[in-house]
């Protein structure tokens, strides 16, 4: 979590912007004149999403560059939650991995629900969590329609840079990463954070256990990401990770 919620994208390799969101993260990718966002906060984050965009055109020198695509790591409320408004201000393209497509329409839904969030409600860190969540929209209708399946393992250009979404399932059953091989980033989303409003731990780990569709999978997944070594991994919850 952003300590001050600012959201201040920080450049982390050349055209690679990461923005700490008050409780999840965003990437925004920069090049060809146009931009890129990778997961887009909590419905309440609308505007901090838009202010980095333009942080991000400012700091390019093209103030003029264009938001074109949005890629989804998965489809929970903190990861899409402003796509929909940001449509009503922007023209651009949404992705995700095919199996994942119907968790961002929501003709399914693959997230913690308050039948498992209750147990823990006596912790300070999950209530803290809980009310947050609640106060950032997280309960709303957060449902993106027009996403157009990825194709998983291929190389594509985004903003200028080679992007490369891999599946990492078990955190939901389309989780996808995306890794820029040119730039050696490795955008995790939430199959590896260094942090968590709920978590008292710093650093690489896994989420709760209530947060994943399927907790085996997810540790599998975790495991590969942990050994996979990018210079710079940007996660979906806590800062980044440069080594």
Known sequence: MSPTGAATPVEVAPGV??????????????????????????????????SSLRAVASATGDGYA?????????????HIGTITALRRRHEFEVSAAPAEVPNVT??????????????????????????????????????????VPLDLGTSRTFSGHR????????HTPGHTVF??????????GDALVTGHPTSRLDGVQMLHPIFHSDLAEAGRTYGRLVDRGARVVLPGHGPALIR
């Open 106 to 147: 929501r003709e399914q839904l693959h997230q913690v629900t308050v039948r498992d969030v209750l147990p823990h409600l006596y912790k300070p860190r999950f209530a803290r969590w809980v009310l947050h969540a609640v106060r950032a929209g997280g309960l709303g209708d957060v449902a993106v329609t027009d996403v």
């Open 17 to 50: 912007y990461f923005v700490e969101g008050p409780a999840s993260n965003w990437t925004i990718l920069a090049g060809d004149d146009t931009l890129t966002l990778v997961d887009a906060g909590y419905p309440a984050d609308l505007e901090l999403v838009e």
């Open 66 to 78: 264009r938001l074109t695509s949005v890629l989804v790591t998965h489809g929970h409320s903190d």
């Open 163 to 170: 992007v490369v979404p891999t599946a990492a399932v078990g």
């Open 179 to 188: 890794a820029l091989p040119d730039d050696d980033v490795l955008i995790t």
